[in-house]
């Protein structure tokens, strides 16, 4: 089983894409959630551990989990109010957010007891890595249960705006490092990190894959850290990945976007599922796989994005949606 960890919030969705004053929608989301649904969909045994509330909203989240079988035993409740983030969608279908998280339920989360039994993977990111006091718990469940031999993946899913102390943010998450195996971020996640270390490039820059690539540079830093594989989504150019004995790019995949909310969720179930199907969610796993498999594992993710993203809202792919031999 994969126990993915972290928040679960409501996105309020402008009803007239690229008008925030237009009605707004409640959907339920959060990149932890979103990527729990995504991997039951695709046929991976998921549980999910969090602190959801008691409202409506938080019983609603609750109720999507388990009609999409992920296993919510570990979700911790609460009758502090559900999280919100307002979604405000650009031209070209990307999407900003404006958060509102003050005394919810999910930032107080609390360390849990054992994970389920057979866990043997734990996914964990976004904002449950930012805001107190759970994120302090968020980070010693990750290096306690690494400590334990659990293979990790870390997807940062940074959010500056809600990020008061940048530098001790970058701090924290570097420290995560060495407990990781898997590392999956955003091109702009990874710039943002690699930003505030020393000779790191300034936020804003671009990688694009070339040579002298900055992300590169970055990846191969954080290599040396701890985690065995760096991802890195490009929007619209793809996915790349290096590893110590690999690196390797493929192409996005064309689609008329709708949206682009929670595609990088779905690669990180994508490439979760992957890897599982591999037999490779073990420490160590990742290390292995030559330029070939992770072509393989990659051109799959890329494909479950796209999909996701020719559809409004976080709707990732179901397994009979995809090619069954790209999944391994």
Same mark, same amino acid.
């Given at each position: 089983?994969?126990? #993915? @960890? ?12 690229g ?14 959630y979103?990527?729990a ?8 045994? #998921? ?5 959801? $509330?008691?409202?409506?909203? &938080?019983?609603?989240? #609750? ?5 999409e &079988? ?22 070209? &279908?990307? @999407? ?6 003050? &005394? ?8 849990? /007891? ?5 866990a043997?993977?734990? *996914? ?9 006091p759970?994120? *302090? ?7 306690r249960?690494?400590?334990?031999? #659990?293979?990790?993946?870390?997807d ?14 970058? *701090?924290?998450?570097?420290g ?15 710039? =943002?990190? +690699? ?8 936020? /804003?820059? *671009?990688?694009? %894959? ?5 992300l590169e ?16 989504t ?7 990945? =290096?590893t110590?004995? @690999?690196? !390797?790019?493929v ?10 909310v929670?595609? %990088?969720?779905?690669?990180? +179930?994508a490439?979760?599922? @992957?890897l599982?199907?591999? /037999? ?24 479950? +994005?796209?999909?996701? !993203?020719?559809?409004? /809202?976080?709707e ?6 995809? $090619? ?5």
């Amino acid at each position: 089983m994969i126990v #993915v @960890a972290g928040e679960a919030l409501i996105d309020l969705v402008p009803r007239e894409p690229g008008d925030p004053l237009s009605p707004l929608t409640p959907a339920r989301g959060g990149g932890p959630y979103n990527t729990a649904v995504a991997l039951a969909r695709l046929g991976s045994p #998921v549980a999910f551990c969090s602190r959801v $509330s008691t409202d409506a909203f &938080g019983a609603s989240l #609750v109720e999507r989990l388990e009609a999409e &079988g992920v296993d919510t035993g570990p979700v911790q409740r609460g009758p502090e109010p559900t999280s919100l983030a307002a979604v405000l969608p650009g031209p070209d &279908g990307s @999407a900003d957010y404006a958060f509102y998280t003050e &005394g919810t339920a999910d930032r107080l989360f609390a360390l849990p /007891g054992p994970l389920p039994a057979g866990a043997r993977a734990l *996914s964990l990111g976004t904002c449950s890595l930012v805001l107190e006091p759970g994120a *302090s718990a968020y980070r010693e469940l990750l290096r306690r249960e690494a400590g334990r031999g #659990v293979f990790i993946a870390l997807d940062p899913n940074v959010r500056p705006q809600l990020i008061a102390d940048p530098g001790g943010h970058r *701090s924290r998450l570097l420290g995560l490092l060495p407990h990781t195996s898997l590392l999956k971020l955003s091109e702009e996640d990874a710039l =943002w990190i +690699a930003a505030g270390e020393p000779g790191g490039e300034p936020a /804003g820059g *671009s990688g694009g %894959g070339s040579a002298g690539d900055p992300l590169e540079a970055a990846a191969r830093r954080w290599l040396a850290a701890g985690p065995e594989a760096v991802v890195v989504t490009r929007g619209g150019d793809g996915i790349s990945v =290096w590893t110590r004995r @690999a690196a !390797c790019s493929v192409p996005g995949v064309p689609v008329g976007v709708v949206d682009t909310v929670g595609a %990088g969720d779905t690669v990180n +179930a994508a490439l979760l599922h @992957a890897l599982d199907r591999r /037999g490779l969610l073990v420490r160590g796993g990742p290390a292995g796989l030559g330029e070939r498999d992770w072509h393989e594992v990659l051109s799959f993710a890329a494909r479950a +994005a796209a999909a996701t !993203c020719s559809r409004a /809202g976080a709707e990732p792919p179901y397994a009979d949606e995809l $090619s069954p031999a790209a999944a391994g």
